[in-house]
């Protein structure tokens, strides 16, 4: 699912002008980029909450040459569902 599809359906179930809506999923999104960046928790109650981890650095291995990789320290946004989002998932 894309963005335009998301304003599609919210414009299917309000009515409200699509661009009115591209404005708001923007904003949305855009706020979520800055607390990623901040490195805050963002939780939505009913659907999950996103954080922000810190990998560690470590040593991987290329599969082809058997040769040792240093892989460096990150950051990488995770996701926990909601048991509401759980139970969907089972469902299927």
């Known amino acids: 699912m ?3 599809d998301i ?3 919210i ?5 409200l002008p699509k661009k009115d809506i591209m404005i708001v999923v923007n904003s949305f999104l855009e706020t979520m980029k800055e607390a990623f960046k901040a490195e805050e928790r963002i939780e939505l109650r ?3 909450v996103f954080e922000v981890k810190r990998r560690k650095p470590r040593i991987g291995r290329n599969p082809r040459t058997k040769e ?3 892989i460096p320290a990150r950051k990488v946004i995770t996701f926990k569902p909601s048991k509401l989002i759980k139970v969907i998932k ?3």
């Open 46 to 48: 009913g659907f999950g």
């Open 7 to 9: 304003v599609d359906k």
């Open 68 to 70: 040792e990789v240093k």
């Open 11 to 15: 414009y299917e179930e309000t009515g």
């Open 2 to 4: 894309r963005k335009q």
């Open 90 to 92: 089972e469902e299927r």
